[in-house]
T-cell receptor, first 115, second 106 residues
Framework: GAGVSQSPRYKVAKRGQDVALRCDPI?????LFWYQQALGQGPEFLTY????????KSGLPSDRFFAERPEGSVSTLKIQRTQQEDSAVYLC?????????????FGPGTRLTVL | ELKVEQNPLFLSMQEGKNYTIYCNYS?????LYWYRQDPGKSLESLFV?????AVKQEGRLMASLDTKARLSTLHITAAVHDLSATYFC??????FGTGTSLTVIP
């Protein structure tokens, strides 16, 4: 595709609901990253995939957060039992190779609001 | 935990002026990134700096890295309104600074 796409762009959830956020990276990109960006803050790293392997999940804030990339392309970030503090923009980025020095291309983000 | 600090947090400057944004980080690293974010938009990669003394330039922006001082700078030359945005530095792909909100005034 032309760029990284994310869906939905906006999501409103009631506290306690489960949500699933999708990321379609640029075709052929090996690496995929998820970040959480609270209003007025810098992005915070959540997790990183190289192909289908989740190489780093140290940034996931709790066991309610789960990410997968089963076929090495599309990725889903799932948040169970959402809390108000989960409200943020969730950004996905991909890069061509499996090196952390590659240029990252970011998607437009999914804005999650938990009521 | 690696900490990344940027200053200033807010910068208002006139068109045509020069200024520098600073990015300090707390532990040894040789990978430093700069990004731009327009209001309500996602991030755009500007520079990747991979070694001590690295310098990269694109248009009116120039970035440098001093790994010994754990410092990167983003220098703006002869600012124009189109440069108004928030600029983030990030270390190791994972640790972002707080951002510098730049407004260029005509």
């Amino acid at each position: 595709g032309a760029g990284v796409s994310q869906s939905p762009r906006y999501k409103v959830a009631k506290r306690g609901q489960d949500v699933a956020l999708r990321c379609d990276p640029i075709s052929g990109h090996v690496s995929l990253f998820w970040y959480q960006q609270a209003l007025g803050q810098g992005p915070e790293f959540l997790t990183y995939f190289q192909n289908e392997a989740q190489l780093d999940k140290s940034g996931l804030p709790s066991d309610r957060f789960f990410a997968e990339r089963p076929e090495g392309s599309v990725s889903t970030l799932k948040i169970q039992r959402t809390q108000q503090e989960d409200s943020a923009v969730y950004l996905c980025a991909s890069s061509f190779q499996g090196f952390l020095t590659d240029t990252q291309y970011f998607g437009p983000g999914t804005r999650l609001t938990v009521l | 935990e690696l900490k990344v600090e940027q200053n200033p947090l807010f910068l208002s400057m006139q068109e045509g002026k020069n200024y520098t944004i600073y990015c300090n980080y707390s532990t040894t690293s040789d990978r430093l990134y700069w990004y731009r974010q327009d209001p309500g938009k996602s991030l755009e990669s500007l520079f990747v700096l991979l070694s001590n003394g690295a310098v990269k330039q694109e248009g009116r922006l120039m970035a440098s890295l001093d790994t010994k001082a754990r410092l990167s700078t983003l220098h703006i030359t002869a600012a124009v309104h189109d440069l108004s945005a928030t600029y983030f530095c990030a270390v190791e792909s994972f640790y972002f600074g707080t951002g510098t909100s730049l407004t260029v005034i005509p």
